[in-house]
């Protein structure tokens, strides 16, 4: 599967974004996608996963109540919406697919996309 990240951009503080990961090939519904993101001089994080179908989502403690995250089969798309954006929330953000529901490990997704840079002005 390969996977492709857009929506970034530069935001204010308390304003909303929606990334959007598109996903080729047929086989999308096998696999959990995972957002993550890495800001400059820190390691990676995890922000949000989703299962296979939809019905499961894990967030991070730092984005409960602020990011959402829903996919749309029929448009092998998964997408995170942000809102209340904090400075710090600022940071390249990436997309990933895995085969089984993988959580937060980033080691368990094997496929990437290229991410998409989040910056949020104070």
């Known amino acids: 599967v390969q996977l492709q990240a857009s929506g970034g951009g530069l935001v204010q503080a308390g304003g909303s974004l929606r990334l959007s990961c598109a996903a080729s090939?047929?086989?999308?519904?096998?696999?959990?996608i995972g957002w993550f993101r890495q800001a400059p001089g820190k390691e990676r994080e995890f922000v949000a996963a989703i299962s296979r179908t939809g019905t499961s989502t894990y967030r991070a403690e730092s984005v409960k109540g602020r990011f959402t995250i829903s996919r749309d089969s029929a448009r092998n798309a998964v997408y995170l919406q942000m809102n209340s954006l904090k400075p710090e929330d600022t940071a390249v953000y990436y997309c990933?697919?895995?085969?089984?529901?993988?959580?937060?490990?980033?080691?368990?997704?094997?496929?990437w996309g290229q991410g998409t840079q989040v910056t949020v002005s104070s």
């Open positions: 990933a697919a895995a085969p089984y529901y993988s959580g937060s490990d980033s080691g368990r997704y094997p496929y």
């Open positions: 090939g047929r086989t999308f519904v096998s696999y959990t």
